[in-house]
């Protein structure tokens, strides 16, 4: 078990990329503001909620697919017995936690009595134990998963709330609708990594799930790798030290957002998550932060000034919530600026952190959209989609999806993306690619 030294809290920065120059009659402003956190996360310091420590500091609940497909073949039951206790032994001293075996219906493993354990040496080792009862059976209904989660989570007083769901089937046993329902529920009150073990998931299922709980999804296709996977995902929820911070949006009279999206390190859209913070100000939520960096891509609609006029497009600002409501001091702020020119050299410029991050939101639909395609047997869209996918990875420098591209194509070309469906593709490979096709890589600055 690691020794953890307390910390400081993370220091936010933020840093805005444009070209605010627009022409004549020219509305539309983009930018891409950089947020970086330092200087606490990855020490193992105590997390912070409106600008305090709380005693636990945190609070995470695994969730376990039980169901009866857990034993075919059995090594996927066995390891994700193996990767719940590494990740168990990931649980720093003083963090509250607790083990749900998930199938049609959502049981506690441990510590029991609705409550959550705080971690210890002792604590660990019981709950290490208790997971020989579970054995598998039964179906898959991951929404009570997730509410039981929710309760056991809002059970205590913790900054940090985190949940990491492990599936192997499709979510069966309740209605897409329950599910929803389930996911806006939790929405805002916990985060959650979701992972998919073997082939026999629903892709957007899992993404789904990560998405509307701002956590991260991935694939799991050899039991194996299970371990090492769960081992990497506690520690990064180790490592979160501030909780529910918010990207706050100003904009003047006038305007309006278009569209508010992280772009990296995966492509996430929190546009339709805005609430409302004060006139002409909302809130898109972030979620808890360690020491790391995310880019956000803002377009904001203003009204047009005439040439030789300048204004502010947008004030952005980090805020963290405070549980009474009250005003806190931003943690960082940026400004969107507009200024209007007759220059054409100025206006018609690309920002290159905007042409980026436009081009890596262009080949996540392109790989989506290219492998609907082939699923339904169109060959000539899937090639011209897959293609043009290849091509925009090639020109971003996005290595790791390029690899994964050329398991289900074969490029000919990439600079032009000229290439071939692959007659026969490992379903493995196919999910990998979807699963990953909204990671990105960060703009070269």
């Known amino acids: 078990m690691a020794n953890f030294a307390k910390s400081r809290v993370p220091r936010f920065s933020a840093e805005v990329y444009q070209n605010p120059y627009l022409p004549e009659g020219g509305r539309e402003v983009n930018a891409i503001v950089t947020v970086t956190a330092t200087g606490g996360g990855t020490t193992g310091g105590r997390p912070v909620f409106a600008g305090r420590s709380t005693t636990p500091d945190a609070g995470v609940v695994i969730m376990v697919d039980c169901s009866g497909s857990m034993d075919y073949p059995p090594t996927k039951m066995r390891g994700a017995r193996e990767a719940t206790?590494?990740?168990?032994?990931?649980?720093?001293?003083?963090?509250?936690?607790?083990?749900?075996?998930?199938?049609?219906?959502?049981?506690?493993?441990?510590?029991?009595?609705?409550?959550?354990?705080?971690?210890?040496?002792?604590?660990?080792?019981?709950?290490?134990?208790?997971?020989?009862?579970?054995?598998?059976?039964?179906?898959?209904?991951?929404?009570?998963?997730?509410?039981?989660?929710?309760?056991?989570?809002?059970?205590?007083?913790?900054?940090?709330?985190?949940?990491?769901?492990?599936?192997?089937?499709?979510?069966?046993?309740?209605?897409?609708?329950?599910?929803?329902?389930?996911?806006?529920?939790?929405?805002?009150?916990?985060?959650?990594?979701?992972?998919?073990?073997?082939?026999?998931?629903?892709?957007?299922?899992?993404?789904?799930?990560?998405?509307?709980?701002?956590?991260?999804?991935?694939?799991?296709?050899?039991?194996?790798?299970?371990?090492?996977?769960?081992?990497?995902?506690?520690?990064?929820?180790?490592?979160?030290?501030?909780?529910?911070?918010?990207?706050?949006?100003?904009?003047?009279?006038?305007?309006?957002?278009?569209?508010?999206?992280?772009?990296?390190?995966?492509?996430?859209?929190?546009?339709?998550?805005?609430?409302?913070?004060?006139?002409?100000?909302?809130?898109?939520?972030?979620?808890?932060?360690?020491?790391?960096?995310?880019?956000?891509?803002?377009?904001?609609?203003?009204?047009?000034?005439?040439?030789?006029?300048?204004?502010?497009?947008?004030?952005?600002?980090?805020?963290?919530?405070?549980?009474?409501?009250?005003?806190?001091?931003?943690?960082?702020?940026?400004?969107?600026?507009?200024?209007?020119?007759?220059?054409m050299a100025a206006s018609t410029s690309i920002n290159p952190q905007v042409a980026h991050y436009t081009g890596q939101a262009e080949l996540a639909q392109a790989i989506q959209q290219g492998l609907d395609a082939r699923k339904s047997g169109d060959v000539d869209d899937a090639t011209a989609k897959l293609g043009r996918a290849v091509q925009l990875a090639n020109a971003s420098g996005n290595v790791e999806t390029a690899k994964l591209l050329a398991k289900v194509v074969d490029v000919v070309d990439a600079a032009t993306g000229t290439v071939r469906l692959k007659a026969k593709v490992a379903e493995a490979d196919e999910m990998t690619l979807e699963t990953r096709s909204t990671k990105t890589a960060r703009v070269k600055k």
């Open 85 to 343: 206790a590494a990740a168990i032994d990931t649980v720093r001293d003083g963090v509250a936690f607790a083990v749900v075996a998930g199938t049609h219906q959502a049981t506690e493993v441990y510590p029991g009595g609705g409550r959550l354990a705080v971690a210890d040496a002792a604590t660990r080792a019981e709950a290490k134990d208790a997971l020989r009862k579970p054995i598998a059976g039964g179906g898959t209904a991951i929404g009570s998963w997730l509410r039981l989660a929710d309760r056991l989570l809002s059970s205590a007083e913790v900054a940090i709330r985190h949940g990491i769901l492990l599936t192997d089937g499709r979510n069966e046993h309740e209605s897409p609708q329950d599910l929803r329902a389930t996911l806006d529920a939790c929405a805002g009150r916990f985060t959650c990594d979701a992972r998919g073990v073997g082939t026999d998931w629903e892709v957007k299922e899992v993404t789904g799930i990560a998405a509307a709980l701002l956590g991260s999804a991935d694939i799991v296709a050899d039991p194996a790798g299970l371990t090492a996977d769960f081992r990497q995902m506690m520690e990064a929820a180790m490592g979160k030290e501030v909780a529910d911070v918010g990207l706050r949006l100003w904009t003047p009279l006038g305007a309006e957002v278009a569209f508010v999206k992280q772009v990296a390190p995966t492509m996430a859209d929190l546009t339709g998550r805005r609430t409302e913070s004060g006139p002409r100000s909302g809130d898109y939520p972030t979620g808890s932060w360690g020491d790391e960096s995310r880019d956000y891509h803002l377009c904001v609609r203003v009204p047009d000034a005439g040439v030789g006029r300048e204004m502010l497009a947008a004030r952005v600002s980090l805020i963290i919530s405070r549980p009474d409501d009250s005003p806190a001091p931003p943690l960082a702020q940026g400004l969107v600026r507009a200024v209007w020119t007759d220059d």
